[in-house]
């Protein structure tokens, strides 16, 4: 074989030819997926991404069990960084009594979600006065 025969084994492109409507589409769909990526990046970076987390805690049930009380309740982090640690604090008061305290510490609560967790009391929560709060913190 010469190199001129080499030469006429290959045809050319056809300028005109159409590029299927598949990678059309699967092209776009790739276009779609970048942009929604960097538009996920972009709005974390402007909006509270970063804001330090900021726990609240509700009651969500009492209930009694042997030997006291169950409270259950909903720790919530509305702010955007995550938090590690987190101590909750139950505190009983009754007129007339010593006031009764319970604490409980949940692992790790993620940016703007919630968990639940419960604490146990010797006396009835719905007699006295309960509250619940959010004591502190660790960076994770």
């Known amino acids: ?3 001129e025969s080499k030469a ?3 045809t050319p492109a056809k300028a005109g030819q159409q590029v299927p409507w ?14 929604a990526i960097f538009g996920v990046i972009g709005w974390q970076a402007f ?10 805690v509700e009651v969500e049930n009492v ?11 909903r720790a919530r982090n509305t702010a955007g960084d995550a938090a590690a640690q987190v101590a909750i604090e139950g505190k009983l008061s009754a007129a007339g009594a010593e006031a009764e305290t319970s604490r409980v510490i949940l692992d ?4 703007h979600s919630e968990r639940y967790g419960g604490m146990f009391f010797i ?5 006295g006065a309960l509250a619940v709060r959010a004591m502190g913190f660790a960076e994770p």
Do not use: C, H, K, Q
């Not at 598949?22 to 942009?35: K, M």
């Not at 909006?47 to 609240?56: E, Q, R, Y």
């Open 1 to 3: 074989m010469n190199r």
């Open 8 to 10: 006429e084994d290959i």
């Open 22 to 35: 598949l990678e059309w589409l699967a092209s776009g769909v790739g276009l779609l997926l970048v942009l």
């Open 47 to 56: 909006n509270d991404a970063s804001t330090p987390p900021v726990i609240t």
């Open 63 to 73: 209930a009694p069990v042997e030997g006291g009380y169950r409270v259950l309740f």
């Open 108 to 111: 790790y609560i993620p940016g």
């Open 123 to 127: 006396r009835d929560p719905r007699s």
